[in-house]
């Protein structure tokens, strides 16, 4: 089964992005055809650096490798190297009605936040569609959040399909939410937004930093505390044993335990958890070429993929 997914370069990757997304991305690929791409043509709707762009590419190729992806397994690539999802979106584009475009949630909510309305942040979900349709994708693992952008692939690639024969496979999406959201050191969920963010690779001194900075009641140290409310507790979840999660869980409701003590453990958690990957890490930025060989290779084998569904669609909509 074909598995499709990318991932924007628009900071470096967090907490909340291993556990909301690249875990189960690295599940995936193990028992399916895995194809994630990093998306730079999406990140540029809101118009990065050049040189803040080239440092966000390398460091999501980095951390993927780092954090287990297999090439040989999984074909990995820079989605600007597959020219074809252009095209394709073109195609696309001359058969989807304005009216599905200005429906999308995500284009009106950026809209309401005050973001300028650019074309591209307005056709997001058409390239969105040539990048699931290029790859002939059977699942599309999404947050909730980006539902009906696989709903809107849907509809354009069975108008498509209606009107110049079958050309596309219609994919089914994904949900990955079943993992609660990744609270911030501010108590909201944790994005490059908001500033509140933990780092996947941060130096050791600085994620405790972060760590201890996590927002908290005013509780005091003989308080009974309320796990269920507390996010030192929520992230505790993530990386304590079962056992050790209901010891805590029980310090908590009984009092006498601070929150700096938590705070304590789950750094160290973090740190253990992440220390293989860490050191993995620290290789690949020693050894850049390997990475670029890695986008390249991924790149081949990609554009070989959505080179047949474009020529498909070309013969079949009447471009020889």
């Known amino acids: 089964m074909k598995i499709l997914s990318g991932i924007q370069p628009s900071g470096r990757l967090h907490i909340g992005n291993y556990f909301g997304a690249m875990k189960q991305h690295l599940q995936l690929q193990d028992a399916n055809d895995g194809f994630y791409f990093i998306a730079e043509y999406h990140a540029l709707t809101s118009n990065p650096e050049p040189d803040t762009l080239r440092d966000y590419v390398f460091a999501v190729a980095a951390d993927y490798l780092a954090l287990g992806l297999n090439p040989e397994k999984t074909v990995f690539w820079r989605q600007t190297d597959v020219p074809e999802v252009v ?42 569609a040539a990048d699931i349709l290029a790859f002939e994708s059977d699942l599309v693992p999404v947050g909730a959040d980006q539902k009906q952008h696989i709903e809107v692939t849907c509809d354009i690639a069975q108008k498509f399909n209606h009107l110049y024969g079958e050309t596309f496979k219609i994919p089914k999406e994904y949900i990955i939410d079943s993992v609660a959201v990744v609270p911030g050191i501010d108590g909201q969920k944790m994005s490059k937004s908001y500033d509140n963010t933990i780092e996947i690779f941060e130096p050791e001194k600085k994620m405790r930093k972060k760590v201890m900075k996590i927002k908290t009641d005013s509780a ?42 938590a705070k304590k453990r789950l750094a160290e958690l973090m740190l253990e958890f992440f220390k293989p990957y860490r050191e993995k890490r ?19 084998r990609a554009r070989a993929a959505a080179g047949e569904t474009l020529a498909r669609a070309r013969h079949n909509i009447g471009i020889r």
């Open 220 to 261: 005091g140290v003989d308080e009974p505390k309320n796990p269920d409310t507390c996010s030192v507790f929520a992230l505790l979840k993530l990386f304590a044993s079962e056992d050790e999660l209901k010891e805590w869980d029980k310090k908590y409701r009984e009092g006498g335990m601070g929150y700096g003590d």
């Open 282 to 300: 620290e290789e690949l930025d020693k050894d850049p070429a390997y990475i670029e060989k890695v986008l390249k290779g991924g790149a081949e």
């Open 87 to 128: 095209e394709l979106m073109w195609l696309l584009s001359c058969v989807t009605p304005v009216g599905l475009m200005e429906r999308c949630v995500s284009y009106k909510d950026k809209l309401a936040k005050g973001l300028s309305a650019n074309h591209g942040l307005f056709t997001y979900p058409l390239l969105q």
